[in-house]
């Protein structure tokens, strides 16, 4: 079956999110944010630094608990989950790329050990095929397979960050969390990187969220572009549409203010 | 004779009450580490206070105390906490495993098998197995409570990865009854079989670290390992050179500056008692003399 067969196969959403409101005291992380994620979409959110882009992303994998609203994972109700099968879906179902690789990656520990470690976690207990698992992937995701008893801290930062998707995608994740994945990196780098993620993305029929600020990712990744300022959704449509004709003036803003070359 | 300045054992009643509740909610748990309200011992951190809080607050004035430290009954370690007992409480010594009620050691289990109705209680460094893999205190709880011990096998696969095999040979950690991770205190892996399914009471104390836990009599204890590298208990590859034993545990005696070795038993008393059944190793003669070139 192909992808778009897949999606018009299902008829719910893999994440369904419901007025999400969360507030630091009196200030407002994000509020009222609603949305449907669909099996194989990719959903950029985009905006400004401050406008709830990152709370949000932390509300949805379950760092933050949200103030109000729902958030439904496959017809499941996120929130009531007791938290262990949270963490358990946090390590088999879902996966969370971080903005930096030294946050996602453990960096005393060889480059295999690192995309081995949600197979131990989930019960693998063969040297050999965990060992076999991690080069695979970090063939997939170019890095050569000679650096698997290297430390990623002997990596650059490109490779870091290509580590840190091969060790999350592993278990075969469908909802995969992307904070700003390309940030730190240098434009050659970057379009290696976006090149590789669009791939993978295509392959494995994935679900993302991606938080970014930088609106060629988005262009590149995205489906779907939601854009945020100050803690709510001013405007979200098909990626295209929103930058080819943005209606809203803080998304007319934000368009207008990426540098040409 | 008794210092008639403290109370039986140097703890007073209250402190041993609270720290025999740690005890048994301990042995209701196996493997599970209870906190308790450690005291400053009259002896630095490090150097078993832990252990010796456990001791005092089992002992009963008829019990007969070994304490080894490294197996060795006459060591610096196992002089001092065998002094402050005899002084602090009064009750018998022994070197001999078979007659103590009552051992107390640092990192060996003794080679004579243990038997119904002995307590061996454990002098531990760091309780918490996880901790050079996952610093945060918070998280190891977390971990702990959740069963996530995949962390544990990363450490493993980094032995194997490095080394060619599971290089870990001290404080091997096991799953105790197939719940809790545990460290063994640093044991040498060559000791983690005994701790599976011994009839003696083990109980481990952690001073510093204000922790008790414990593995009630027959309580299984197994090693972590991968299917295609199991766990092996591993010793050097020698015989004793006094008692000629072979299953034993082996320490590497350097004799002098031109590469001369001896290995011996780590183990004192079942060194001495092989010798005294007839039992000669290589370099064993009865009589005193200078050693071998």
């Known amino acids: ?261 | 004779m008794t210092d008639q300045a403290y109370n039986f054992a140097y703890l007073d009643e209250q402190t041993k009450r609270m720290i025999r509740r740690a005890i048994l909610k301990g042995i209701a748990v196996p493997g599970y580490q209870v906190p308790f309200a450690s005291r400053e011992m009259p002896m630095p951190y490090g150097w078993g206070t832990g252990g010796v809080q456990v001791t005092a607050a089992c002992l009963v004035p008829e019990d007969r105390l070994k304490v080894i430290d490294q197996g060795a009954d006459d060591t610096t370690n196992a002089v001092s906490i065998r002094k402050f007992f005899q002084r602090t409480a009064g009750v018998e010594v022994t070197e001999a495993t078979a007659a103590a009620t009552l051992i107390q050691t640092r990192h060996r289990i003794p080679e004579t098998p243990l038997t119904r109705g002995q307590i061996l209680v454990y002098q531990v460094p760091i309780p918490e197995p996880l901790r050079f893999l996952e610093p945060r205190e918070t998280e190891t709880r977390k971990m702990h409570e959740l069963e996530e011990y995949g962390l544990m096998h990363v450490k493993l696969y980094e032995d194997i990865a490095r080394h060619g095999q599971i290089a870990t040979s001290y404080d091997y950690p096991v799953k105790v009854e197939g719940r809790y991770v545990m460290a063994p205190s640093p044991i040498p892996k060559f000791d983690n079989p005994k701790l599976s399914g011994n009839p003696a009471i083990q109980l481990f104390g952690a001073g510093r670290e204000q922790r008790i836990y414990a593995l009630p009599p027959y309580t299984s204890a197994v090693s972590l390992d991968f299917d295609d590298h199991p766990f092996q208990a591993s010793k050097a590859p020698h015989h004793c050179d006094l008692c000629g034993a072979k299953n034993s545990y082996l320490d590497e005696v350097i004799t002098d500056d031109h590469g001369g070795r001896m290995f011996v038993c780590s183990d004192t008393d079942y060194c001495a008692g092989r010798r005294a059944a007839g039992q000669k190793g290589r370099l064993w003669s009865p009589e005193p003399q200078e050693a071998a070139p």
């Open chain 1, 1 to 261: 079956m192909t992808l778009m067969e897949t999606m018009v196969a299902t008829d719910r959403p893999l994440l369904k999110v419901e007025g999400l409101t969360k507030g630091y005291g009196p200030r407002i992380g994000c509020a009222g944010v609603t949305f449907d994620l669909w099996p194989g979409e990719v959903l950029g959110i985009v905006g400004e630094s401050g406008s709830g882009k990152s709370t949000l992303l932390s509300c949805l994998a379950g760092h933050l608990r949200p103030d109000l609203g729902s958030i439904h994972y496959d017809g499941r109700d996120v929130l009531a989950m007791g938290e262990t099968e949270r963490r358990c879906l946090g390590r088999t179902d879902w996966a969370y790329v971080h903005q930096n690789p030294r946050d996602g990656l453990r960096m005393g520990v060889s480059a295999g050990g690192n995309v081995g470690e949600r197979l131990m976690a989930i019960g693998a207990r063969h040297y050999g095929e965990i060992r076999g698992k991690a080069v695979a992937w970090m063939d997939r995701v170019e890095i050569a397979a000679d650096r698997v008893d290297d430390r990623p801290s002997a990596f650059s930062g490109g490779m870091q960050q290509r580590l840190q998707i091969a060790r999350n995608l592993v278990t075969s994740p469908r909802l995969v969390f992307m904070d700003e994945p390309t940030g730190g990196l240098d434009v050659s780098v970057q379009a290696r990187l976006l090149d590789l993620m669009r791939g993978l993305v295509r392959d494995l029929g994935l679900s993302v969220v991606i938080v970014t600020h930088d609106l060629a990712v988005v262009r590149l990744l995205a489906h779907r572009l939601m854009v945020m300022k100050s803690g709510h959704v001013v405007e979200q449509g098909l990626t295209d549409q929103v930058l080819d004709d943005p209606q809203h003036s803080y998304t007319q803003l934000l368009v207008s203010s990426v540098l040409q070359v």
